[in-house]
């Protein structure tokens, strides 16, 4: 089935890593994405990665991708408050439209 | 510059009345969504759209309405069959093939006084 989990929220500090977990049951997911929400906003692309591939680099957003696990992760080094958003990963398995998971709240302490 | 633009992004209504949300784009994208958020929650399909003049229901279909008379347009009719309108819309665009990235636009939060 089509089932794509997160935790909810994440709190860290400033200049710390982040590192956002997704979850996904779909195996046929050719590509899987990551989008970022500020408050009262739409969703915003941050970065995608291709089933065939295991890690992704992007400045200081990293997507890491385990398919025998169906596990993604988005790490971003050296978070700044500005990163303080609601982000939502999302597997695209070719059917009607992509499946978004409910989305993690990081939250940047100073 | 292209991109997805909806509208109102504050719209109040009272119970019983029908009210429907804009969606533009001009980004020559073929597949066209509407997803509804609410606190704390992901993004539940409402209704989507592949080509004009064609449109499929979502999850949540229920009390809702949608048209595609033009590619570049898809609007969303709440109706006064839906039980809980009030929510965060969201309209998002997509071009078909290839990598299905979808571009979001800036929502519109519906209240139901």
């Known amino acids: 089935g089509e089932d794509v989990e997160q935790s909810l929220f994440l709190s860290v500090r400033e200049g710390d890593s982040s590192v956002i977990n997704c979850t996904y049951t779909?195996?046929?997911?050719?590509?899987l994405y990551w989008y970022k929400q500020e408050p009262g906003a739409g969703l915003q692309l941050l970065t995608y990665i291709f089933s065939n591939m295991d890690m992704k680099q992007d400045q200081r957003l990293t997507v890491l991708l385990n398919k025998k696990d169906k596990h993604l992760s988005l790490r971003i080094a050296d978070t700044q408050t500005g990163d303080s958003a609601i982000y939502f990963c999302?597997?695209?398995?070719?059917?009607?439209?992509?499946?978004f998971g409910s989305g993690t709240r990081l939250q940047v302490q100073p | 510059d292209g991109g997805i633009t909806q509208s109102p992004k504050y719209l109040f209504r009272k119970e019983g009345q029908n009210v429907t949300l804009s969606c533009e784009q001009n980004?020559?994208?073929?597949?066209m969504y509407w997803y509804r958020q609410d606190p704390g929650q992901g993004l539940r399909l409402i209704y989507y759209?592949?080509?004009?003049?064609?449109?499929q229901k979502g999850d949540i279909a229920e009390g809702y309405s949608v048209s595609r008379e033009k590619k570049e347009s898809f609007p969303l009719t709440v109706t006064s069959a839906q039980k809980n309108p009030t929510a965060f819309y969201l309209c998002?665009?997509?071009?078909?093939?290839?990598?299905?990235?979808?571009?979001f636009g800036p929502g519109t939060r519906l209240t139901v006084l």
């Open positions: 779909d195996s046929s997911s050719t590509y």
């Open positions: 998002a665009s997509q071009l078909a093939g290839g990598r299905n990235e979808q571009f």
């Open positions: 980004l020559n994208h073929d597949a």
């Open positions: 999302a597997e695209d398995t070719g059917r009607r439209a992509l499946t």
């Open positions: 759209s592949q080509i004009v003049n064609d449109f």
